[in-house]
């Protein structure tokens, strides 16, 4: 997973975070006492860890088409570090009385199929979708973690931060890119297919599952509303292109 970039900050200017409300300022066990939004949070820990899953098996193919030694290594650490994520949403599942591959499993086809449809031709696309892929659902999921109980907000900070890819990718894309400038076409169109791949696959894993669709819609857990969403895909969409412009490609 990998954070976004922050715009500067006037120094005389800065931003106060509001104080949590609603559901925001409860703990979980406060929260869960409403059955609708204990489902949304088990399925929502559900689709985080196996999503975490697969990246961990993503990133351990792509380390055996990595050219170097040193490559293979620094994506077999960052193939460990996605499963420890995997194992504390694993874990929390367990713990809260959920069996984790029940919660799983709604999940998998909609990961399979995003996989099948972005599959890698060669070692610079796999660097390229975990970077902006994986970006794109981790700013969904943060927006999303604002709204919930304490617990599992700061679990769910936890699970998506940077494992090192993001600069990683960066690094190895842009020196590809001055070795041979017509890469960076190619590499521009894959991402842009990643783009919108990523967003109708957040978006199908929401409308196949009902507690996740109340909640962001507004019934339970202070929802988005359609402004909101509105909004919301707008930074998405800024973020992505602020990494694709880290990466040297057009958005």
């Known amino acids: 997973m990998t954070s976004s970039d922050k715009p500067d900050r006037a120094a005389d200017t800065p931003d106060i975070p509001a104080a949590p409300t609603g559901v925001a ?7 869960a006492a409403d059955p609708q939004y204990r489902a949304a949070v088990v399925d929502l820990l559900g689709a985080l860890a196996y999503g975490e899953l697969a990246a961990f098996e993503r990133l351990a193919d792509d380390a ?4 170097t030694l040193e490559d293979k290594a620094e994506l077999a650490k960052m193939a460990s570090a996605e499963f420890h994520h995997f ?3 694993r874990d929390r599942l367990a713990e809260v009385g959920e069996e984790p591959t029940v919660a799983m499993e709604p999940f998998v086809a909609a990961y399979e199929g995003f996989h099948k449809q972005t599959a890698p031709s060669d070692w610079l696309e796999g660097l390229v979708k975990a970077y902006v892929g994986d970006s794109i659902a981790s700013d969904f999921y943060r927006e999303v973690a604002a709204r919930l ?4 907000r700061a679990l769910v900070l936890a699970v998506l931060d940077d494992t090192g890819h993001g600069g990683f990718a960066v690094e190895k894309v842009r020196a590809a890119i001055d070795a041979d400038p017509r890469v960076g076409g190619r590499l521009a169109l894959w991402a842009r297919r990643l783009m919108g791949e990523a967003l109708s696959q957040s978006q199908r894993v929401v409308a196949d599952r009902d507690a996740l669709s109340t909640m962001l819609v507004g019934g339970i857990a202070d929802g988005f509303d359609l402004a909101e969403v509105g909004r919301m895909f707008s930074r998405i969409t800024e973020a992505h292109t602020k990494r694709m412009a880290a990466l040297g ?3």
């Not at 300022?25 to 929260?31: E, K, P, Q, R, S």
């Not at 055996?64 to 050219?67: M, R, T």
């Not at 109980?149 to 599992?152: E, F, G, R, V």
Request: proline letters at 5%.
């Open 25 to 31: 300022a409860l703990d979980w066990a406060t929260a």
């Open 149 to 152: 109980d304490s617990d599992t």
């Open 249 to 251: 490609l057009a958005a």
């Open 87 to 89: 194992e504390r949403l």
């Open 64 to 67: 055996k088409l990595a050219p």
